[in-house]
C-alpha cells in the first residue's frame, strides 16, 4: 500500500494543468507534486490535427504570455528555440496551425516528464485518514494508490454524444475526438460518410474527407439552416477579458443562462469565415466538374437511428419547419457535437464523472450541478477534507472563458495558485495532524 502522500496530484495533463504546473514552477514550487494522465503521451488533440487547421486563438494567449509574458515557456519562445520565429512571421497566419501548437505543448511538456505519469487512468476517488490527517486516495486502474492533500482535477470535458446515437458507437460511428485513427481505419466499401453538427469542427472535417476522399459521398446533417459565421467582433471577445469572469461569476443563474445563450455565438454552433468560403467554393467548384457528391442535409432532426450490417447507420430524419419525414443511410458518421459542461441537460453533467464516487459530499447548486468558488475550488461538505479544484471545466459558472480554449488558461491557473498559496477558508476544521499544516500555503509543496 502506498503511504507518500503527494502535496498536490493533478488529474489530466492537458493544457490547464500544464498551465498550472508552468505557474507553479515559476512562482512557487514543484516539490512534492505529481500529476497523472491517462493518454500515453503529452500529444494535444491527435485525432484533430488536420492539414491547414488553426487554433482559432491568438498565438500569445498561450500557455504563460498573459500571466508572464518573460517566461522560457511562451509560444514565441518555442517558436525561437526551434529556429522557426522568422518563417512563423512570413507566415502571415492570423492563428497558429493546430499542429504547430501540438508541437509547442509537447515541448512544453517536455520540461515536467519528472513529474507526470502517462497511461494513468483514475478508477476511483475517496476521502481517507492517514494519521488523523485527511487526505484524497485515488485507485488507478492497475490498482495503483495514490495520496494527496489536494486534488486539480484538468481532464476537459466529457463527449456529447447524443442519445439516440450513443449505443451505434463503434468503428463506423464516432465522436471528433477520434477521428483521424477512426477514418483512417474504414474499409473501402465505406462510400457514404456523414458529419453530424454545424461547428468550426464541422466544416474542417467535412473539407478534411473532401480532400481524403475525392470520390465519396459526403453528407452535411444539421439541425440549423446552414453554417453560421462566429461572432468574432473585438466587443464580443471581452468575454475573454478576466474581468468579464467576476462580472458573470456574480449572476444570478437566470441572468446566467440568458447571457450565455446571447453570446453562444461566439463560441458554439459556428464557424470562422474562411473554413465556410473554402467548403462552399469547393462544392461549387465540383459542380463545374459535373460532381454533385457533396448533400447539405439542414433544418433536419433525428428521430431515431439504427445500426446497419457492417457498421453504418441508418437515421430517420424530420424537418424541424415543415415536420417532412425522410431517412438516410450512411456507410460512417462523425459526430461533431462538442462537449459537456457542467450544467442542466442536455448541454451538461453535474460533475467530472470520475468524482462519481465521491458524489455525496460535492456541494450542488439548485440546478443540481456541482457549485465551484471563484477560485475554482469546491467546498466539499465535510469542512475537513482535503481540497478539491476544477480546473478548465467550469464554464457554466465563470463563463465563455472556460469554454476549452486556450484564452485564459495562464490566468486561470495563477488564480487556482494563488489559492493553494492562501490560507484554507475560515470555515475549514483546524488540521488535525501537523503535516496536513503544510497545505496552508503551496510553500507545502516544497515542503
Not at 109 to 122: G, L
Not at 372 to 386: G, I
Amino acid at each position: 500500500m502506498a503511504s507518500h502522500i503527494y502535496n498536490l496530484l493533478g488529474i489530466g495533463f492537458g493544457p490547464s494543468n500544464l498551465a498550472l504546473a508552468i505557474c507553479l514552477e515559476e512562482e512557487a514550487s514543484l516539490a512534492n507534486v505529481r500529476f497523472i494522465e491517462a493518454q500515453e503521451s503529452a500529444v494535444w488533440q491527435k485525432d484533430m490535427l488536420l492539414r491547414g487547421s488553426d487554433i482559432q486563438n491568438n498565438p500569445i494567449r498561450d500557455l504563460v504570455t498573459l500571466r508572464n509574458p518573460k517566461s522560457h515557456y511562451t509560444f514565441i519562445n518555442y517558436l525561437k528555440e526551434n529556429d522557426r520565429l522568422l518563417e512563423y512571421l512570413n507566415l502571415g497566419l492570423e492563428y497558429p496551425l493546430r499542429k504547430e501548437f501540438a508541437n509547442y505543448i509537447e515541448w512544453v511538456s517536455a520540461s515536467f516528464a519528472a513529474i507526470v505519469q502517462y497511461n494513468t487512468r483514475v478508477q476511483s476517488m475517496s476521502m481517507t485518514d492517514i494519521d488523523g490527517e485527511q487526505v484524497w486516495e485515488v485507485i488507478c486502474h492497475g490498482g495503483e494508490r495514490l495520496l494527496a492533500r489536494s486534488v486539480i482535477v484538468g481532464t476537459g470535458r466529457a463527449s456529447n454524444i447524443p442519445d439516440l446515437l450513443a449505443p451505434l458507437q463503434g468503428k463506423n460511428v464516432f465522436h471528433l475526438t477520434k477521428y483521424l485513427s477512426h477514418i483512417a481505419a474504414l474499409p473501402p466499401s465505406c462510400d457514404k460518410i456523414g458529419v453530424l453538427g454545424a461547428s468550426q469542427s464541422a466544416v474542417e472535417l467535412l473539407l478534411d474527407l473532401m480532400d481524403r476522399f475525392p470520390d465519396k459521398q459526403i453528407y452535411s446533417l444539421q439541425r440549423g439552416f446552414g453554417f453560421r459565421l462566429k461572432d468574432t467582433s473585438p466587443f464580443s471577445d471581452r468575454v475573454y477579458f478576466p474581468e468579464f469572469i467576476d462580472y458573470f461569476y456574480g449572476l444570478k443563474p437566470a441572468a446566467k443562462t440568458h447571457l450565455s445563450n446571447q453570446l453562444r455565438g461566439t463560441n458554439y454552433s459556428s464557424a470562422d469565415g474562411d473554413v465556410i468560403h473554402q467548403l462552399y467554393v469547393r462544392i461549387y467548384e465540383e459542380k463545374l466538374h459535373g460532381k454533385n457528391r457533396f448533400h447539405l442535409l439542414t433544418n433536419q432532426a433525428i428521430d431515431s437511428a439504427a445500426s446497419l450490417d457492417g457498421g453504418g447507420v441508418k437515421m430517420a430524419l424530420r424537418e424541424v419547419n415543415t415536420g417532412e419525414t425522410s431517412s438516410v443511410e450512411l456507410d460512417a458518421l462523425v459526430l461533431a457535437t462538442g462537449f459537456l459542461d457542467f450544467s442542466a441537460a442536455p448541454r451538461g453533467e453535474p460533475y467530472p464523472r470520475l468524482l462519481a464516487t465521491v458524489a455525496d459530499q460535492l456541494p450542488l447548486d439548485d440546478n443540481g450541478v456541482v457549485a465551484v468558488e471563484r477560485d475554482y475550488s469546491v467546498r466539499l461538505k465535510n469542512p475537513a477534507a482535503p481540497r478539491l479544484f476544477l480546473n478548465g471545466l467550469c464554464e457554466s459558472s465563470h463563463g465563455l472563458g472556460d469554454a476549452g480554449s486556450f484564452s485564459l488558461v495562464s490566468l486561470r491557473a495563477k488564480v487556482i495558485a494563488d489559492s493553494l498559496l492562501a490560507p484554507r477558508p475560515a470555515r475549514a476544521a483546524a488540521p488535525a495532524h501537523p503535516a496536513a499544516a503544510q497545505e496552508e500555503r503551496l510553500a507545502a509543496v516544497a515542503a
